[in-house]
Each structure stands twice: as structure tokens, then as C-alpha cells.
């Protein structure tokens, strides 16, 4: 069974974010002065198979203390769901 | 009124996406050999201020348009909410 994933890594609070704070520079300076803050993170979407909700779940996890996220810095959460449309090339 | 949109910027289908192959390429020679395709994109959380959610949403699709994503390439979309909270250094 064919699972998608979104996953949302995000700095922990309190961890700089020097990326989100030029972003929140540029905004202010283009007009938007209210933005108050902005914190930059990843967006991951990742297909894979897994027998069933449960070890799909699993999966992901596992990806995310491996790879997709820094434990120290980072905080991940996602989004599961099954994928029934056929493979296609992108998503 | 203080709001915060969580924007999710992604790749258009078709544009190659290098980061995303990559990483797939590393989960999948860390042992999760059934993921398929890896699509990379970026999360800002923006909080600001606006009047009402009519304006809060056009504000962030002006913010989309000038300076989060390019539209050549890349398609945003977003979920906003009333912040209730007093304002924090770190979300």
C-alpha cells in the first residue's frame, strides 16, 4: 500500500532562525510592515509503501530521527495518508 | 488583530527538484528501500497583523506573490488563523 507523507520540520523555539528573520526583513521592507515574525522550516513530501497505517506511521518517524530532522534543533510532524492514485512522476 | 499563516511553498509538478531526489536517496540507502519520490518545499510561518480575515488573506497572497515563493516555479497555499496568544519571542 502507497502512503504520502507530509512532513513539517521546524526549529524548536528558541533556536535562531536567521533565514525566517531575513524573510521578515524583506516583507517589512516591501510593505508589510506588521509581520511581526517569521520562522523558516522544511516541507517534505515523501511517497513510499508500508503494510498498513500503523508501520506506515512508524516509518516516517523513523525517517525523521534519521534523516528528515535534526533531533537537537528541530521538531518534525506529519501528516499520513493513504495514496490511492496510480504512481505518477511527481506529486 | 493578529494572525498567523502557515505557508507550505512546493515545486510545481515537473520542475526537478535535486533536494528532494537527494534525500530520497538517503532514506532509501538508510534501509527505507520502498520510498518512491522525495518532493522538497519550504514552510514560513508569518504572523502580522490585519484587520479582519478578508485582509489577512490577501495580505498573504501579496506576501506570496512579492517574496515567499516564485510563481515561475512554484505554488504556495496557505492555512491562517487568529492568534490569540499574546505575542512571543518564538512560536
Redesign the interface.
Known amino acids: 500500500m502507497?502512503w504520502l507523507a507530509e512532513v513539517?520540520?521546524?526549529l524548536k523555539?528558541?533556536i535562531a532562525d536567521p533565514e525566517?528573520q531575513t524573510?521578515?526583513g524583506?516583507?517589512r521592507s516591501?510593505g508589510?510592515e506588521?509581520?511581526?515574525?517569521?520562522?523558516?522550516?522544511?516541507?517534505?513530501?515523501?511517497?513510499?509503501?508500508?503494510d498498513d497505517h500503523a508501520a506506515a506511521d512508524a516509518?516516517v518517524s523513523?525517517?525523521c530521527g534519521?534523516?528528515?530532522a535534526n533531533p537537537v534543533m528541530e521538531t518534525a510532524s506529519w501528516d499520513l495518508r493513504a495514496d490511492q492514485e496510480p504512481?505518477k512522476?511527481?506529486?
Chains 1, 2 share one sequence.
Open positions: 502507497r513539517h520540520v521546524t523555539p528558541g525566517g524573510v521578515a524583506g516583507l516591501l508589510f506588521t509581520v511581526s515574525q517569521v520562522r523558516a522550516g522544511k516541507l517534505m513530501r515523501v511517497a513510499f509503501e508500508a516509518a523513523a525517517m534519521r534523516l528528515l504512481e512522476e511527481d506529486m
